[in-house]
């Protein structure tokens, strides 16, 4: 249950580089982050830093800044850790925190953590049983707050809708965004990722963009749900059409981030988890920051 002062806000940052950089260095950028006006910061969780590490560490150095995890991978730790380290961040950092779940992938899973990925619906039912059922015997909240789903495709959505507060989908066009508000209804947490390259030049832009999607085009469950949304399997080669390219990568100047974002809410969105990408994908310029700041939050 979301705690009734937590304001998600209409435009977030979604970012893993904080793993490429030291600690105190990645304080430093947070709290810029804030002073531009975000509203709520996203990290993942691949192989890199433990995000609730990363989210307590962030906190702590903001004031009114949110953290949400983009996603954590339920198959990292079990029910009662999950749930519990929620509630601590909660009665820690109270309305400042989202938690956002999801399966992962087959190759993370089984061949990276060691676990069997051959249910990952069912298994993220149970999951959730499970954190409904743990018991926590330390000060703090006696019910968890808020939890989004990652959630691509119709079942998982539903789930998002009936036993958490929304989806968090990833690697989405704005025709996914008005497919899983259409599931979700309208009461329930939508906030799509959007990725973003400040650049005009059609050439360069999409040589960045096909650097980073590279790795999410080998992923079955993103490759599926593409399929689902208008693209067909020759979108999906060599490393992505100019058309797929351009559907999940806002590239240009910010007005062309602003659009697209606009588009997102348009769509149904409540709250859009921006990705600002650069050429050596392991840094975020701050005076691009600044400029997406600029045009975004005017929206």
Same mark, same amino acid.
């Given at each position: 249950?979301?705690?009734?002062?937590?304001?998600?806000?209409?435009?977030?940052?979604?970012?893993?580089?904080?793993?490429?950089?030291?600690?105190?260095?990645?304080?430093?950028?947070?709290?810029?982050?804030?002073?531009?006006?975000?509203?709520?910061?996203?990290?993942?969780?691949?192989?890199?830093?433990?995000?609730?590490?990363?989210?307590?560490?962030?906190?702590?150095?903001?004031?009114? +800044?949110? %953290? #949400?995890?983009?996603? =954590?991978?339920?198959?990292?730790?079990?029910? &009662?850790?999950? !749930?519990? /380290?929620?509630? *601590?961040?909660?009665?820690?950092?109270?309305?400042?925190?989202?938690?956002?779940?999801?399966?992962?992938?087959?190759?993370?899973?089984?061949?990276?953590?060691?676990?069997?990925?051959?249910?990952?619906?069912?298994?993220?039912?149970?999951?959730?049983?499970?954190?409904?059922?743990?018991?926590?015997?330390?000060?703090?909240?006696?019910?968890?707050?808020?939890?989004?789903?990652?959630?691509?495709?119709?079942?998982? +959505?539903? %789930? #998002?809708?009936?036993? =958490?507060?929304?989806?968090?989908?990833?690697? &989405?066009?704005? !025709?996914? /965004?008005?497919? *899983?508000?259409?599931?979700?209804?309208?009461?329930?947490?939508?906030?799509?990722?959007?990725?973003?390259?400040?650049?005009?030049?059609?050439?360069?832009?999409?040589?960045?963009?096909?650097?980073?999607?590279?790795?999410?085009?080998?992923?079955?469950?993103?490759?599926?749900?593409?399929?689902?949304?208008?693209?067909?399997?020759?979108?999906?080669?060599?490393?992505?059409?100019?058309?797929?390219?351009?559907?999940?990568?806002?590239?240009?100047?910010?007005?062309?981030?602003?659009?697209?974002?606009?588009?997102?809410?348009? !769509?149904?969105?409540?709250?859009?988890?921006?990705?600002?990408?650069?050429?050596?994908?392991?840094?975020?310029?701050?005076?691009?920051?600044?400029?997406?700041?600029?045009?975004?939050?005017?929206?």
């Amino acid at each position: 249950m979301l705690n009734e002062n937590f304001e998600l806000g209409q435009i977030g940052l979604w970012t893993g580089v904080f793993d490429a950089m030291p600690s105190s260095l990645a304080k430093e950028y947070v709290a810029y982050i804030e002073e531009l006006g975000f509203s709520t910061l996203w990290l993942p969780e691949t192989v890199g830093r433990d995000p609730f590490v990363s989210a307590t560490m962030f906190l702590g150095h903001t004031t009114k +800044l949110n %953290l #949400a995890t983009g996603i =954590a991978n339920v198959y990292a730790r079990d029910a &009662v850790t999950m !749930a519990n /380290t929620q509630r *601590a961040l909660e009665e820690a950092f109270p309305g400042r925190f989202l938690l956002g779940l999801g399966v992962s992938h087959e190759h993370l899973v089984n061949r990276v953590r060691k676990h069997d990925y051959s249910k990952p619906y069912s298994y993220m039912v149970d999951y959730l049983d499970d954190m409904d059922n743990t018991i926590f015997k330390a000060v703090g909240p006696s019910e968890r707050s808020g939890t989004v789903l990652a959630a691509l495709g119709p079942r998982m +959505l539903k %789930l #998002a809708a009936s036993r =958490a507060d929304g989806a968090h989908p990833y690697f &989405v066009p704005v !025709a996914h /965004t008005a497919y *899983a508000r259409e599931i979700l209804g309208g009461e329930a947490i939508l906030a799509p990722e959007q990725m973003v390259i400040l650049d005009t030049n059609a050439e360069s832009a999409r040589a960045t963009a096909r650097l980073h999607m590279s790795p999410y085009m080998r992923a079955p469950n993103y490759q599926n749900n593409l399929l689902r949304h208008g693209f067909v399997e020759d979108d999906l080669a060599d490393g992505g059409s100019d058309k797929l390219v351009d559907a999940i990568v806002a590239w240009g100047d910010v007005s062309v981030a602003v659009e697209r974002v606009a588009a997102h809410l348009d !769509a149904g969105a409540n709250h859009v988890a921006v990705q600002l990408l650069s050429a050596d994908g392991a840094s975020l310029p701050r005076e691009q920051l600044s400029e997406l700041a600029s045009g975004l939050l005017a929206l």
